[in-house]
């Protein structure tokens, strides 16, 4: 059964940093894209960063140039590391997880993790 669980999320000042693991059991992280999505309350989900296998990232405008996907295949971990936080990153970050290709909506990730929770006071 695969499971993915997130780590790292916490209370944190305005410009500080973090970094979210999402580690992933019966799951080649290989063959399947892994995506951070966040949701803020009041919010819908929001994808904020994603990688494929060979490596390609995607982020979205808001986070280009703070935060950075990588992935360790040899550990099934994927990472984002979050720098330069604002008050409005502050939401649940989850991790999720998809065969082969990343892809932009939640609808389309089949594995979930239980998120993370990222609050930036400012």
């Known amino acids: 059964q695969v499971q993915l669980v997130e780590s790292g999320g916490g209370l944190v000042q305005a410009g500080d940093s973090l970094r979210l693991s999402c580690s992933a059991s019966?799951?080649?992280?290989?063959?399947?894209?892994m995506a951070w999505f966040r949701q803020a309350p009041w919010k819908e989900p929001e994808l904020v960063a994603a990688?494929?296998?060979?490596?390609?990232?995607y982020y979205v405008d808001s986070v280009k140039g703070r935060f950075t996907i990588s992935r360790d295949n040899a550990k099934n971990t994927v990472y984002l590391e979050v720098n330069s936080l604002k008050p409005e990153d502050t939401a649940v970050y989850y991790c999720?997880?998809?065969?082969?290709?990343?892809?932009?909506?939640?609808?389309?990730?089949?594995?979930w993790g239980q998120g993370t929770q990222v609050t930036v006071s400012s």
């Open positions: 990688i494929n296998g060979p490596g390609t990232t």
């Open positions: 019966a799951l080649s992280s290989a063959a399947h894209a």
């Open positions: 999720a997880a998809r065969r082969w290709e990343m892809a932009k909506t939640e609808y389309e990730y089949s594995y």
